[in-house]
């Protein structure tokens, strides 16, 4: 990931109902789930969600898939796993032993 596709990220996720979007598309996946339904788990108007999940699919954290009438939505973990990858690549000048404190907490359940 190049740093202007990671601000594009970052811009995505710096509006609070796109962050919650976000965050419980992280928490279904890798399922997804029709946007009305989404829209009624955020509580948002389902046009506006509809607006923010076209930013966050351009920033690359975001899919769709039609069946038939429904768009569903999921989060893109490849783009998710990309951006935290862009944060820290060089992390710890080679020493990657030194990251295990921001590996458990970005993966509490796989790293301890």
């Not at 598309?25 to 399922?31: E, G, N, Q, S």
């Not at 009305?36 to 076209?54: E, F, I, N």
């Not at 351009?58 to 944060?87: C, H, M, N, P, W």
């Amino acid at each position: 990931m190049k740093a202007k596709q990671a601000i594009s990220a970052f811009g995505a996720l710096s509006q609070d109902t796109r962050l919650e979007a976000f965050r419980q598309l992280v928490r279904l996946a890798p399922d997804s789930i029709p946007a009305g339904d989404l829209a009624r788990d955020l509580d948002v108007p389902p046009s506006t969600l509809s607006s923010h999940l076209a930013i966050l699919q351009r920033a690359g954290l975001v899919k769709s898939e039609r069946q038939s009438r429904t768009i569903l939505y999921s989060a893109d973990l490849e783009g998710a796993r990309a951006l935290v990858e862009f944060l820290v690549k060089d992390c710890c000048r080679g020493q990657p032993e030194r990251c295990d404190q921001l590996l458990r907490a970005a993966l509490p359940n796989c790293c301890a």
